[in-house]
């Protein structure tokens, strides 16, 4: 059985994800904002096959080049973000320079897709894309396991203020690509605390 653990990092505290296999030998890391201590010390002794963005915002990368360096790890990243990871103009980094310095790192190895299903530590990652917060949005579906990012959260949803942004495209990704999942699918969102797409269904006041 696969286990997660999740680490709010960095100055918005947003949710990185370390997910490992039944043997505990290798992890992805998903959206990991800082290189934190807590969540270098997780993989320890493991084995780490990549680094999955929800999307490339500078709260969702900060901790990328330096995990990609130790660990030798490839990156995944939609295609329609990918040279927000080297313009810290399009990540946003540059400005919010009272919360983060500049934020740029190589480019991703790996493109995704919508529907694109990838195997690592031997599951399957699922690619949803959800644009609406930023063009590039993407969820990872891992059994009844909902890797959201900032598109849908507990009783809310992502901004749309941002470049790129779309209150009705997100609208249209949550009811279509999220709201279509079983009701006890466990949404693990990029801030704030985890719920399910059935009380999101039911209770989330942006999108019914």
Avoid at 59 to 65: F, K
Avoid at 77 to 100: F, I, M, Y
Wanted: proline fraction near 6%; charged fraction near 25%.
């Amino acid at each position: 059985m696969l286990t997660f653990q999740r680490f709010a990092l960095g100055a918005l505290q947003t949710n990185a994800y370390v997910v490992i296999n039944e043997d505990r030998t290798h992890a992805v890391i998903i959206d990991p904002g800082t290189a934190d201590g807590a969540l270098m010390r997780k993989l320890d002794g493991l084995k780490v096959e990549a680094i999955l963005l929800t999307h490339a915002h500078f709260d969702h990368i900060g901790g990328v080049g330096e995990l990609r360096k130790k660990y030798g790890c490839p990156v995944y990243l939609h295609p329609a973000e990918r040279d927000w990871l080297t313009d810290a103009g399009k990540n946003g980094s540059a400005r919010w320079a009272d919360v983060t310095p500049p934020i740029v790192t190589e480019p991703a190895e790996h493109a995704l897709a919508d529907g694109q299903k990838l195997e690592l530590i031997g599951t399957t990652f699922e690619v949803r894309h959800t644009p609406g917060h930023s063009p590039g949005s993407v969820g990872f579906l891992v059994g009844d396991l909902l890797f959201a990012g900032d598109a849908l959260f507990r009783r809310s949803i992502g901004r749309t203020d941002l470049p790129g942004g779309s209150q009705e495209q997100l609208s249209r990704s949550i009811r279509e690509k999220l709201y279509t999942l079983p009701d006890d699918t466990l949404v693990l969102p990029g801030h704030g605390p985890e719920t399910t797409i059935g009380e999101e269904r039911r209770e989330n006041p942006y999108v019914r």
